[in-house]
C-alpha cells in the first residue's frame, strides 16, 4: 500500500500512521470484507427464489431458506462443509467489526456529519459482532442451528417489547424512520458512488477500478431498497399499532411480493444483495482504512 494511495480521498493523517505501521493488520481486516460479501451474496441468492415465488399464481410465502442476514449463516451450517466454513465466516467477521471500531477511534474534525459516521460505523461494528457470534455458536453447535429463532421472529419480539413501553409506539415509528433514512443515504451513496474515497485507485487483477466502482453502484442501491423496505414495515407496525407488521429481510420481501409490482422490486433487491457482495470480495484488497472524516 503507498503512502500516495493511503492519503489521497481525505484519509486521516492517523489512518495513514495505522496502515503504514500495521500493514499485517489492514491485510487481515481487509478479509473481513470478503466474509462480509460471503454473507451478502448468500442473501440475495436466497432472496432470488422469494421474486419467483412472488411471480407464480401459487404464491408460497412460507418455506424454504429465509432470505436474512441469520439466514444465510444458517444455510451455510446446513452444508456438509458448514462448520469449517462457520469458523471461516465467523473469523472474517470479527476483523470486519475489529475495522470498524478502529475507524471510529481515529480522531477527525468534531462536526455533525463525523458523529454521524462513527454512529453509522458503531451501528455496523455492532450488527456484525452478533452476526459473528451467531456464526461462532452455529460452528459450535451446528445440530441446532435450524431451531434457532428466525430474524422476523426476534424483529417482531423487539417491537413487541418496545411498544409495552411508554410512548414505545411512538419509539418504533421513529425507528422505522431512522432505517428508511439508511436506506434513502444507501441509495444516495450508490447513485453518486460517493464510496469512492474508501477506495485505492487501482483495480484487482483484470478487474478494473471503474468496473469495482459499478458493481458498487448498484449493490449499494440493492442494499437501499431492502433498508427503505424493513423501515417501511416499522412504520407500518407503528401507525397499526400492530407488532407483527414489522419485518426483518426476509419478512419485508416476502411480504412486498403480494404487490403488483413487488417480485420485480424483490428481483432487483435480490440482484443488487448478490452483486454487493461480489463487490465487498473483490474490492476488498483495495479497501483504505478510513477515519470519520
Known amino acids: 500500500m503507498s503512502t500516495s494511495t493511503i492519503a489521497t480521498g481525505g484519509v486521516s493523517e492517523r489512518a495513514e500512521q495505522v496502515a503504514h505501521r500495521h500493514p499485517a493488520f489492514v491485510t487481515a481486516a481487509r478479509f473481513g470484507w470478503v466474509a462480509k460479501g460471503v454473507v451478502y451474496a448468500l442473501v440475495g441468492v436466497l432472496a432470488v427464489p422469494i421474486a419467483i415465488q412472488g411471480l407464480q399464481a401459487d404464491r408460497a410465502r412460507d418455506g424454504g431458506s429465509q432470505a436474512s442476514q441469520l439466514g444465510a449463516v444458517t444455510e451455510i451450517s446446513q452444508n456438509s462443509f458448514g462448520t469449517i466454513a462457520l469458523w471461516i ?148 407496525a407503528a401507525v397499526e399499532f400492530r407488532p407483527a407488521e414489522a419485518k426483518g429481510f426476509d419478512g419485508s420481501l416476502r411480504e412486498v411480493t403480494e404487490t403488483a409490482i413487488g417480485p420485480f422490486i424483490v428481483a432487483l433487491a435480490a440482484v443488487g444483495l448478490i452483486v454487493y457482495g461480489v463487490f465487498c470480495v473483490i474490492s476488498a484488497p483495495r479497501q483504505r482504512l478510513k477515519g470519520a472524516d
Not at 434457532?148 to 419480539?157: L, N, S
Open 89 to 236: 465466516i465467523a473469523v472474517g467477521l470479527a476483523l470486519y467489526v475489529l475495522w470498524r471500531l478502529i475507524s471510529i477511534m481515529l480522531p477527525a474534525e468534531s462536526s455533525a456529519k463525523t458523529w454521524a459516521t462513527r454512529a453509522g460505523y458503531l451501528v455496523s461494528a455492532v450488527t456484525y459482532a452478533l452476526l459473528a457470534w451467531t456464526a461462532l455458536s452455529f460452528a459450535l453447535d451446528a445440530r441446532n442451528a435450524s431451531g434457532r429463532k428466525t430474524e422476523d421472529a426476534k424483529v417482531e419480539r423487539f417491537t413487541r417489547d418496545v411498544m409495552d413501553m411508554t410512548a414505545g409506539r411512538w419509539l418504533v415509528g421513529a425507528i422505522g424512520i431512522g432505517v428508511v433514512g439508511v436506506g434513502i443515504y444507501f441509495l444516495v451513496k450508490g447513485a453518486r458512488a460517493s464510496f469512492r474515497d474508501e477506495l485505492e485507485p487501482s483495480g484487482v487483477g483484470p478487474v478494473r477500478h471503474e468496473t469495482i466502482v459499478t458493481l458498487g453502484r448498484v449493490g449499494w442501491i440493492g442494499r437501499g431498497i431492502v433498508m427503505g423496505l424493513v423501515g417501511w414495515f416499522f412504520v407500518r
